[in-house]
């Protein structure tokens, strides 16, 4: 067990039941979560082959963390959920380490500073960070923000106005190299990041056109976020579609799906045409491997380029683009949208598939204690 | 027929036999291309699926043309194979119009002034232009440049001095923004624009890593062109061979072939690489469609661009790289290599297909005519 933590796997049965065993618990009497003064958590298991299974991941119960000189201890409201998680699973290098076996499941997190040691975080202060999919953190604040929960409730420092928001911001902005009157598309239009670039894109001038699975998602892009117009994939021919939408080829193209929409759009690129590759969820659960864009030498036809982000490469400008995206909250221009899931992170699992079904509308977040 | 041009189409048989009837003969007499006073042509006489074969061609003959005013003809001494002529043969939009069924076929050609009605060219004058694959071309002048076979052979202004030469070097120096330091990797090394990419980022500081078919040609782009180090693709595995020559990663990919060579670069990017889209020949035949690159999602990893090019947007510049390149191969530090075929413009069914078969190393040349 890494780092030597003590923790207790749960029995699988008894999370499905929403209930859990308090390790403090001397007998095995049932405790609700919201009553047991542990620390709950999710743990990868084993690294999944397609879909992640109940199999994949343990769920444990530890003492809740005391900080140590220069520590504190965060418990935890929200949890982001991104489909990048899905490649954290995954052995091997990527853009970041992969989680390991028996590590507690990675997440971007908000809560509250419960306890402190550190001189830098107050009980009390509330905190964004890399907390992990558990209630309680330990941490010694490295690469915590504090956040303030006047400004936009705790979720939206997930979305918006969190990586989600910046991905989106610097994606679209640099990446992407937005100038006024071109046409965008964004894939995944819907979702967290896919809901933010379009909704910046006109915000900068350009014409939008949102690519998203289902008829209610579409009509929310056009008549709540005011895109120019909405690709329904599940119904329509996409590359037909884009013919009418673009009829002068797509400009920046906002890639966050892969597969057979990313191929589609490469046949309407605009000359000069930049694709952001940010990511690729119809791939993630890939298991015969990913399927790589056909369409690739429209990139010469086009003299288009195609180029992967990161977003922790933006991090000395994070602070530039928040203060940009909570003015627009502010104005009412910007709308942030998170869809919050119950139950605790035992929920976690279950919450996670919801990304790979395209069940979520805007920003997906797991609730897991009171704010 | 286009235009109402007066042909007539030779006999394969008669073709294969390097032997063709003259228009002018009053008799069924043989008689040897090189005394024939007319204009043989190679049309295009299907979209081929596939290898071109003998039947997607039409040889014919023609008289040779007489200019009007403003205009003038030229005796086409060399003609340029290039990889990019398999893509004009196909029906559809790209980066430049497809040659039409009956159409003379597109090729950049280099010859001599035979006659003349044009004030800006004189009979004995050497010229480049799109002549097509024929002995004679009538031209306005239009994107004709004049040529001094005193600085270079006429052939070396379809290679290093011509368009293969502007491809490796914009592709290189603009599209691919070499730095001093970077490892650099091109496939089709050995071939006509990958020669030159290698030997110009030699030049720039760069180590270089070539890509190529055969031992043979490895061992000149590694002994007789001052490569680094080359990988022979047919005998190595490429991503292994390319852990062992480029341990720090690849900034810089120039990519002429496509397929299983990107996939295995795309494994070895460095952080912020930049590829160059320049050709893909190894899909070009495909009859099962083009194959992308399924390790794509590496340019996220990487943060790297993947980017096509087409050299005519960099036509304002020629003469600046012209003038680089000129002087490099006077000074010795590049080397120009072109591989000549003999036969005249009747063999250009069958040279055109050494490109595919990886045959030729250097610049693969028709001759069509004397200097």
Redesign the interface.
């Known amino acids: 067990m890494p780092g030597g933590e003590r923790h207790e796997r749960i029995d699988l049965a008894q999370r499905r039941a929403g209930l859990c065993r308090s390790l403090h618990a001397e007998t095995t009497d049932i405790v609700a979560i919201e009553m047991s003064p542990v620390n709950h958590q999710v743990r990868l298991a084993a690294r999944p082959s397609g879909l992640p299974r109940p199999s994949d991941w343990d769920l444990t119960v530890q003492d809740i963390p005391t900080p140590a000189a220069g520590e504190f201890v965060v418990a935890i409201s929200h949890l982001s959920l991104d489909p990048a998680m899905r490649g954290w699973m995954n052995a091997g ?3 970041i380490e992969p989680v390991e076996i028996g590590d507690v499941m990675r997440a971007g997190a908000v809560g509250r500073v419960s306890a402190s040691q550190h001189p830098g975080f107050a009980v009390g202060d509330h905190v964004y960070g890399n907390f992990g999919v558990q209630e309680y953190a330990l941490s010694d604040g490295k690469g915590v923000i504090k956040i303030d929960p006047s400004l936009a409730p705790l979720p939206t420092y997930l979305g918006t106005l969190g990586m989600t928001g910046m991905t989106a911001y610097f994606g679209l902005l640099e990446v992407g190299a937005l100038k006024e009157g071109d046409t965008v598309v964004v894939s995944g239009a819907a979702g967290a990041v896919g809901s933010v670039v379009g909704q910046i894109a006109k915000i900068k001038g350009a014409r939008v056109i949102g690519i998203a699975g289902g008829e209610e998602k579409c009509r929310w892009l056009v008549d709540e976020l005011g895109f120019d117009a909405a690709i329904d994939y599940k119904a329509q021919d996409v590359r037909r579609a884009l013919r009418e939408d673009a009829p002068d080829g797509v400009d920046v193209y906002f890639d966050n799906v ?1 597969g057979d929409i990313l ?1 589609a759009v490469l046949t309407r690129l605009a000359r000069g045409a930049r694709i952001v ?4 969820v119809s ?1 993630y659960n890939a298991t015969d ?22 977003v922790f ?1 933006y991090a000395a400008r994070y602070g530039e683009a928040a203060a940009e995206l909570a003015g627009w909250l502010r104005d009412g221009r910007l709308i942030s949208r998170e869809d919050i899931v119950d139950g605790g992170v035992n929920a976690f699992p279950d919450a996670l598939l919801k990304l790979f079904s395209g069940e979520n509308t805007g920003k997906l977040v797991l609730r897991v204690g009171s704010d």
Chains 1, 2 share one sequence.
């Open positions: 290098a990527s853009y892969g191929d590759i940010c990511g690729a791939q491997g990913v399927r790589g864009p056909n369409n690739y030498l429209s990139l010469l036809v086009a003299r288009a380029s195609m180029t992967g982000m990161v490469d």
